[in-house]
């Protein structure tokens, strides 16, 4: 299993700036593409933002301009920077991260197929 503890979420006013982590945990092999999606009430659970191992970045049009993803491979953590949210931009927000795990026998370290894993998701609120 591949554990995400997100943080960051918040009120904040239209305009302002929030920053969310995630950091990936667990018996980590290997991880592939890391992003964010959100939900807001109602509506069904979108991308906001993605980026591969490699560092290549896509962005759902509404926040292009506006919200940056990074990633710390070291750290196995992303990042998102929200700036000039808007009240559209209110949503609970969850990691993902697809990628592999391993297992011990004895000296030899076995990998597991490779998995979509999911946060508990962060509030994100931004008041108009």
């Known amino acids: 299993q591949i554990q995400l503890a997100e943080s960051g979420g918040g009120l904040v006013q239209a305009g302002g700036s929030l920053r969310l982590s995630c950091a990936a945990s667990?018996?980590?092999?290997?991880?592939?593409?890391m992003g964010w999606y959100r939900q807001a009430p109602g509506q069904e659970r979108e991308l906001v933002a993605g980026?591969?191992?490699?560092?290549?970045?896509n962005y759902a049009d509404s926040v292009k301009g506006r919200f940056t993803i990074s990633r710390d491979n070291a750290k196995n953590t992303i990042y998102l920077q929200m700036d000039d949210l808007k009240a559209e931009d209110t949503a609970i927000y969850y990691c993902?991260?697809?990628?592999?795990?391993?297992?011990?026998?004895?000296?030899?370290?076995?990998?597991?197929?490779?998995?979509?894993?999911w946060g508990q998701g962060t509030q994100v609120t931004v008041s108009s």
């Open positions: 993902s991260v697809y990628g592999s795990t391993y297992a011990m026998k004895g000296w030899t370290k076995y990998q597991s197929g490779f998995e979509h894993y």
């Open positions: 980026v591969s191992s490699g560092g290549s970045t």
């Open positions: 667990g018996r980590i092999f290997s991880i592939n593409d």
